[in-house]
């Protein structure tokens, strides 16, 4: 089992930034892609970045060139930088692990909420 571990929300201003840590147990963290995903009240959970084990990485398109995932495979830790913060990224950031064998993620941790006040 892979267990995660989210924190580093809060409460900012626009234009602020935030770094949010993803603390992963249980396996070791290369064989594993990882995701940060987020839900908006009222909306759906969408996909906000993907880092995939040969150090590629995937953003959605409303966070691109504002928000960095990394990793640290030494540590077991995923961090998703977050610049430039708008309100409309207020929701509650999920971190999620997915096999590199496997075509889903199956391990989500308990989110972390984040709130940008304008």
């Known amino acids: 089992q892979v267990q995660l571990v989210e924190s580093g929300g809060g409460l900012v201003q626009a234009g602020d930034s935030l770094r949010l840590s993803c603390a992963v147990s249980?396996?070791?963290?290369?064989?594993?892609?990882m995701g940060w995903f987020r839900q908006a009240p009222g909306k759906e959970r969408e996909l906000v970045a993907v880092?995939?084990?040969?150090?590629?990485?995937t953003y959605a398109d409303s966070v691109r060139d504002r928000f960095t995932i990394s990793r640290d495979n030494t540590n077991n830790t995923v961090y998703l930088q977050m610049n430039r913060l708008k309100p409309e990224d207020t929701a509650v950031y999920y971190c999620?692990?997915?096999?590199?064998?496997?075509?889903?993620?199956?391990?989500w941790g308990q989110g972390t909420q984040v709130t940008v006040s304008s």
């Open positions: 999620a692990a997915r096999s590199i064998f496997k075509t889903t993620f199956d391990y």
């Open positions: 880092s995939f084990s040969a150090g590629t990485t």
């Open positions: 249980g396996r070791t963290l290369s064989r594993y892609y």
